[in-house]
């Protein structure tokens, strides 16, 4: 269960919320409804994300969260932000049709996976080839990998907290063979990459099981894997993780593409 003070943490530092351009419905002073907006750059343009929504239940069938995106609209246009984005689960059909209301259509569906203890065995127990760096190269891991992040691990996102996760690498004579970025507290996996020369070698499970072990043999979670990158599907189920539950990317365009 997650404390006050690590909620705190994730929505200052991982999910950046921008206070500026977030809104709160009230009634007699009491907050009954709220949308929490992140703001930075994805698939090129600038966006803004849906770090979270929530309507007290006796204010539900209100129109509370499309009367808050009437409000913030204006002032995501004046900021020059091009799309909003969010994701919410398959299984909410209410939330869906909220959203399409509002204008959301969607564009990606992502699955969500866990590795359990009782699915894993680890293999490799040193780790000569792993190195611990205190500044990953983002770019450098963009390079080699094949698979586009959801929004919050994006490069741009991913980069406002970056200091508070781990970065681990494997060179092989120098050249980027893998790379991990994981919170070692909550075992959350960002990202994770295998150069395509190096796949197929062993890498990957060996970069799994150092992280395993160094979070203390905690279960590893993988959120928003986009459903249309296979091959990382096959190499998450492959390690032993299994899916729970699936989301839905939905996006609104709010500015018109610039040719």
Known sequence: ?????????RIREKLNI?????AGAFFRRQMVGFVFTSVSFYEGRLTAYNGGTGVVFEYRGMDITRKLYELLL??????????????????NEAAIQAYRKIGFEVT??????????ENYEQQYFAFPLIARVAEGLLSDYDAIS?????????????SHNLANEEKIEIRVDGELAGYAIYQQETGRLSRFGIAPKFRRQGYGRMLMD??????????ITVLNVDNSSQEMIRSLEGLGFEKQLMQ????????PKLM
């Open 1 to 9: 269960q997650m404390t006050r003070l690590r909620f705190e943490k």
């Open 18 to 22: 921008h206070f500026g351009l977030s």
């Open 74 to 91: 204006p002032e995501f246009r004046q900021a020059g932000i091009e799309k909003c984005v969010l994701e919410v689960l398959t299984t």
């Open 108 to 117: 990606k569906s992502f699955s969500c996976f866990r590795l359990s203890k």
């Open 146 to 158: 094949t698979e586009m992040p959801s929004y919050l691990d994006s490069s741009s996102a991913l």
């Open 210 to 219: 150092y992280i395993y072990q160094d979070t203390g043999y905690k279960e």
């Open 248 to 255: 839905f990317e939905m996006q609104m365009d709010i500015q």
